[in-house]
């Protein structure tokens, strides 16, 4: 089952609303995104935190044999 | 803690340094785990393999166990460390050499610098 990026961005956005977001399709198959976040919360966390964070915004879609996104390659980080 | 949880605290309080992985390091069945088993494999990092794909319970477990959703996950001295994005970052960064100094883990920094030197 594949995704939109707009989904993705959707779903990042409503936990993220004034993050930079930049999702790139990368094989074009709607299954291999990369996804980067930049957001002034990810300032004080490390990376484990961020992209947990990130994770839990997409509400299971990474889950298992049965989620929609089988790769998104994340970046996540504070503005410079 | 159930069974699965403790044979997975068990395993990552047994071992320096663990990856949970699809596949093994010799055979990675997922673009993902190769390239972080490989970048381990190069830097002469001395690590144990736990091939989810071989056991359900653990394949669900460590996802729970460390409240991440994907899979290869690092462990470093009992630490969760990140997956592949967040070792490949580490890894061009020096963030890894460093973290493996302070975790008095051994590895080839000569090694780690040819990774960083092809990536430039």
């Given at each position: 089952m594949a995704i939109q990026a707009q989904e993705i961005e959707d779903l990042i956005r409503a936990a993220f609303p004034k993050a930079t977001i930049t999702i790139t399709d990368l094989a074009?198959?709607?299954?291999?995104?990369?996804?980067?976040?930049?957001?002034?919360?990810?300032?004080?966390?490390?990376?484990v935190q961020q992209q947990r964070s990130v994770y839990a915004a997409l509400k299971g879609k990474m889950d298992g044999p049965n989620g929609a996104l089988h790769a998104l390659a994340l970046t996540t980080k504070a503005p410079e | 803690m159930s069974d699965q949880q403790t044979e997975i605290q068990n395993t990552v309080s047994g071992?320096?340094?663990?990856?949970?992985?699809?596949g093994t390091k010799m055979m990675p069945q997922c673009g993902f785990s190769s390239k972080v088993a490989g970048v381990l494999n190069y830097m002469g990092v001395e690590f144990a393999d736990v091939n989810v794909l071989e056991d359900d319970g653990i394949r669900q477990g460590i996802k729970d166990f460390s409240d991440w959703p994907t899979v290869p996950?690092?462990?470093?001295?009992?630490?969760?460390?990140?997956?592949?994005?967040?070792?490949?970052?580490?890894?061009?960064?020096?963030?890894l050499d460093q973290l493996l100094d302070?975790?008095?883990?051994?590895?080839?920094?000569?090694?780690?610098?040819?990774?960083?030197?092809?990536?430039?």
């Open positions: 074009g198959d709607g299954n291999h995104y990369a996804a980067e976040v930049i957001d002034e919360s990810f300032r004080s966390q490390n990376r | 071992n320096d340094v663990v990856l949970f992985m699809k996950q690092l462990y470093v001295k009992g630490e969760f460390i990140g997956g592949c994005d967040i070792i490949t970052e580490m890894t061009l960064s020096g963030e302070e975790k008095g883990v051994g590895y080839s920094k000569d090694a780690a610098d040819k990774i960083r030197e092809a990536n430039a």
